[in-house]
């Protein structure tokens, strides 16, 4: 059997021979099994592979590199199944973790002979960022494990072996000052003064680079023991200042119950309203009331600096639900909009890009469906939802909570500062106050009665101290934030004792009054009180974790803070005593805002700066972007907005993409940047239909001389306007400039892009001929196993324009094919795109194959792009077949939800001419022409204008009929299809 050694340079004993085998898919394949001495299946290794081809593909590769695998000598041993393989050898991993689940410390060391595969590096994307993730975490424990190990030799006496192992961690962690403490006391116990100075010097010099700091006072006092040639005994192990530290009384830390909110509490019980916000100030325990109302309730917490993320409180609410294994509802129709949202929550679905406007309205729909199931099935009674720090939420998480109380039968409850508020807060308490849905409610800081009450039942006893209640409601103006946290100094100081369940001072027999107490004026001066008697290393974690914010753990704040993860944890351990921190987060905001205030600016940037670039890779890009900008670095954070707008234009959130490109643009960038942002900005204004700011953008762009990609684009874009303007002629221009720019840019998308547009526009002028050679360069591609999702427009234009030329049996095939690749893709947008094109075969046709009814079926998936379009073909068949019910329905349908002006005119005209067949009245017709005639001066497209000539010649009015002559005029028959 094979003992391969993975940690270091790769080695593989093979029956006493050393084995050194060059890099190959075969050996990373048998790597990869023997890492894990367990079966792996096929599936999971064809994806880390070829995570980009098809299974069928994939997996014939991996037949090949198996097979190949089992040529290897030393693979004797390996295992393969039809599903799965095995490869059970021995491995110096193998060795390490058992080692360390056993603690053995001294084995896992012995074991452990470097990085994991350190001189590996495979050019796939899955195994590299496999590698890398393996790495660190193989690292991570080697470091907790040589910690203890050190531990062991010093108490063991064995000095020199503990220096040399503390020697290796400083390498890998060259910031732990911890670990540079022990490392220049060994050294000095061994007599190596001088190695323990030049550690200290340079690690002084590092740690001022990397991270703006000084080193610590223990450190300091180390280094001035060992040049003073001081016994070493004499460095005590943990310096802390001279101060009597007294412990905080539980009941302190944690307040048994709530105190002086019991009017407040009935108010609530008896309120009728559907939502109900309290406001307060900082510290007045807004939280504290809603945690004793709503114990229950789903609580959706907002963030501060983060309030310019859309919808960021409801993603991470969502997402921590996933992980606590809350199962996701089958929403229907509205599962792709969830997942647009949350793609974790449904990761089998594709969900194409929805027109905005109803994509919003269809998120928020999928989000109340969601909440109400989750309710439903945690049986929670009463408020159901609570929404905590409103202003710090975001413009469209509002949104969302303004519809959610106007159309979900959920009752909620949510907090905010009173003199906080955002605009956009201030927006939704005027809109739900107009609806009569909301109960403004303020909580007022505690009297001295509930103070004393407060008192009492801290201290455990029947009555509070008056005088001393007194005290503390004058010094405090009675917010119970400002009296607990006073509290906690107080006995921290000393000021305060507790003796035998009895609480006391040193001056309760002298004083009157408790003047001679002197506390700051505001209860953040109180926390910087505290936070001054935390350790420095404390002090210096807790400053990282108000940066990161929420969610801190001790690997990031170690490599941020300078400190090992060991320290890191002994600080967690003594903030959390402190009531400071819980569950690796702040207990009160106003905790982290004090600290964070206090941190000096050049110090907050540069720990900004450290956050983004450790969590870049590891957390959403937009939470990294606002790191990089609070550190000032411009650059990185622009880089990250324009990726996040990307994601959200992708995802069908123009509305939240233009958000995050206007604050980008607000910023001192170049103009090349600016013409970016500016082209990104005119394509979303595109998308949600404000073609005249677009087109505002775009004369603003091309008079800056922008590059030729630029304009290539903003051309692009400026077609698509013209096209919607119905100005045909001039659009066709506009493409025609810019695929002259494309010729010398190497951007195959873009060319896809212009080509689809070229041929769309061509097709609208008749042009099909012309029309088919922008879209047939294609075909090679399009006839592979499986083409690529950005050619499904091209197959499905094809497809038409083939209709278009009698080529029917082409025609069959591309709407076929389109048809599949909709489904492969598990895209509903695509399905109706694809289906909206067969309508536009023979009717004896689409008849036979059933389209009508596909047609129906789509149309249930909700309003995507192209559901106008597939709604006014599938009219025009019904109509065609003679069912005009049918056909009047969809028609009037139309005419309600529609905003396309071609989709408008088709369906009036269509509606008339039914009205006329169904003998309905001649006012009816005579209207329903008008409004088609007062639409058709907003288009230039042609058969939309025969569609109207034919209506109005056969039914309308002589005054109608005489405004068509511009019409007639300007129409060529030689264009117009068969239909």
Sequence with gaps: MAYVKMTGKLVIDWHGARLEPKPSKPLYLLLYAA????????EKLAFLFWPQSSDKKSQQNLRAIIFRAKEFEYAQDLIVEPERLKWPIKTDIAIFKEAIVAQDWQK?????????????????????????????????????????????????????????????????????????????????LLNQKTKALEAYKSFKKLLKKELDLEPLEQTIEILNTIKSSKPIASISQVKQKDKIKQSIPLSVLKPPKLIGRQKTIAELEQSSSKVIFIHAEAGIGKSRLIAEIAPEAIKIKCQDGLENIPFY??????????????????????????????????????????????????????????????????????????????????????????????????????????????KYLEQAINSLESSNL??????????????????????????????????????????????????????ETGTLSSKNQAWQTNIDEITTNYSEIIIPNAVQEIIKRRIDNLSPETKRVLQVASVISQNFNPEI?????????????????????????????????????????????????????KTAQELRGKADIS??????????????????????????????????????????????????????????????YKSIGKHKISEDLIAKILLAK??????????????????????INNAQKAILEAQELATDISDEDLKLQLNSSAAMIEDQLGNYDKALEYLEVYKPLIEQEKPAANLFFVINSLAALYSNVDN?????????????????????YYQVEAVLNMLYGPIELVRSRGVIELAEEVLQFGRYEGSDALQVNLATTYFDLAELAKAEQHYLELTNISTKTNILLVSWAKLAEIYSLNNAGQGLIIKALDRALGLAKKTEFYIVHAVLIIAISNFGSKKQKAQLKPYIDNLEMQKLPDY
């Design 35 to 42: 890492y894990y001495q367990d079966w792996v299946s096929r």
């Design 108 to 188: 896992a060391i012995k074991s452990y002979s470097g990085q994991f595969l350190a001189d590996t590096r495979p050019k796939e994307a899955g195994l590299e960022a496999w590698l890398n993730q393996e790495r660190a975490d193989l690292e991570r424990v080697w470091k907790n494990a040589a910690n203890n190990y050190v531990l062991q030799l010093e108490q063991n006496g064995n000095i020199e072996a503990a220096r040399d192992l503390l020697e290796q961690i400083l390498l890998a962690e060259p910031l732990a000052e911890d670990i540079l403490q022990r490392y220049m006391k060994n050294c000095y």
């Design 313 to 422: 409180p409801i993603v991470q609410l969502l997402k921590k639900l996933l992980n606590a294994g809350i199962k996701t509802p089958d929403l229907k129709q509205y599962n792709d909009d969830l997942a647009r949202l949350v793609p974790e929550l449904m990761p089998e679905l594709s969900p194409a890009p929805v027109e905005p406007e109803t994509g919003k309205l269809r998120l928020f729909e999928a989000l109340s469906q969601y909440f109400e199931y989750i309710v439903q099935e945690k049986n929670i009674q009463g408020f159901a939802l609570v929404f905590d720090d409103l202003q710090w939420m975001d413009h469209s998480s509002l949104d969302f909570l303004v519809y959610l109380a106007n159309k979900a039968s959920l009752r909620f409850i949510a907090a905010f500062r009173t003199h906080e508020k955002s």
């Design 438 to 491: 909301l109960s403004l409610i303020e909580l007022e800081p505690l009297g001295i009665d509930s103070l004393s009450e407060l008192m009492a039942s801290l201290m455990g006893v029947q009555k509070g101290p008056p005088i001393f209640s007194k005290w503390l409601a004058k010094n405090t103006a009675g917010n119970p934030m400002f009296v607990l946290e006073t509290l906690k100094s107080l006995f």
């Design 557 to 609: 704040l170690s490599k941020i803070s300078g400190l090992s993860e060991w320290t890191v944890l002994d600080s967690f351990e003594e903030a959390q005593s402190k009531a400071l921190i819980t569950n690796n987060s702040f207990q009160h905001d106003l905790l982290r805002q004090t600290i964070y205030n206090d941190i000096a600016k050049s110090r907050k940037n540069l720990i900004h700066l």
């Design 623 to 684: 939470i990294v972007a606002e790191h990089y900008l609070a550190a000032g670095d411009i650059a990185n954070a622009l880089d990250l907005w324009l990726e996040y707008a990307q994601q959200l234009e992708d995802h069908g959130f123009a509305y939240e993409a233009i958000e995050i490109l206007e604050r980008a643009l607000a910023l001192e960038i170049s103009n090349e940047k600016q013409n970016t942002i500016n082209e990104k900005l005119a394509e979303n």
């Design 706 to 727: 922008p590059n030729k990609l630029i304009k290539a684009k903003c051309l692009l874009i400026h077609a698509g306007n013209l096209v919607q303007f119905g100005n």
């Design 808 to 828: 029917l049996a082409e025609a069959e095939k591309m709407h076929n094919k389109a048809l599949e690749l909709a489904k492969k893709l598990n895209s509903k």
